[in-house]
């Protein structure tokens, strides 16, 4: 039987023109890519201070480059899950029906993509991307390990004495400058499109889906209450409540590959 709150969460969702999706690790973690906190969270074993800022990159980029090149190691053969699978089939029935669907997501695992949804904006980049220090180009990459030297590594040690890398070890462009991850970095701003792209969706949704996100880090978590002043139904869905729990108008507490097909099954109904 259909739970009542999910029978009215749909219900808002057949009346709605434009729908907003935003999600967190939380919807890869059925695919074997580890979170970021709670059990098992990659900020649990390591600190992102010493990892994922630019401070980190200026101070040792090949220990920078160690862990995106374990975390690439770990999401490579990693496949998008029921939850993955079931927006990518919402989004086409939904704009097959003339409806607008935004996913916003935060991850950079690019498993939506995979699965086939294609209007994602990625609110922190693509560990599947690497960006020219030099030139600025901006290209695909799927090198595991992302250079010969890295091969073997995998268990950066930021308080290790002595350096394990070096600058020759890292990847270089073909314009020879160096290659960092096309990711953003704790102190790093959000690419101005994406994140414009994010807020016009959250104040346009008639409906915004909250999956699998702790809802802690800013500007993403924002969305959130933006599209409810903006008049939004807005549902969660998360194995336990987050600091966004309260200003929602459904939790559904429950694993997002579960949930996720359940709530979207066969909307919108043609006919
Ligand atoms: P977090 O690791 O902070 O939160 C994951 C959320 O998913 C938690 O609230 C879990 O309860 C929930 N969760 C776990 N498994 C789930 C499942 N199977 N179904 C539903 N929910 C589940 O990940 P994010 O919120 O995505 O930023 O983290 C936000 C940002 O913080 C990341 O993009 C990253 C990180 O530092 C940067 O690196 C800039």
Redesign the pocket.
Known sequence: MVDKAIAEFRAALRSATSVMVL?????S??SGVP????AG???RRWS?TEL?TPEAWARDAGLVWEFYDYRRRRMADVQPNP?HHALAAFEARWSAAGRELELVT???DGLHEQAGSRAVTR??GSIWHVRCLRCGAVTPNRDVPITPAYEGAGDPDPHAHARRFTADDLPRCACSGILRPH????G?SLAEEDLGRAVAAAERCDALIV???????YP??GLIPLARRSGAVVCE????P?PATNGVDYHFC??????LPELLEGLPEVG
């Open positions: 999600s967190g690790a939380g919807v973690a059925e979170t970021f906190r709670g969270g990659l900020w992102a994922a939850a935060q991850n950079i609110l922190h990711v953003v970095w704790f790093e999956v699998g996100t702790s809802a802690v880090v993403a978590a869905i998360n194995l336990s987050t429950g694993p997002a590959g579960v949930v």
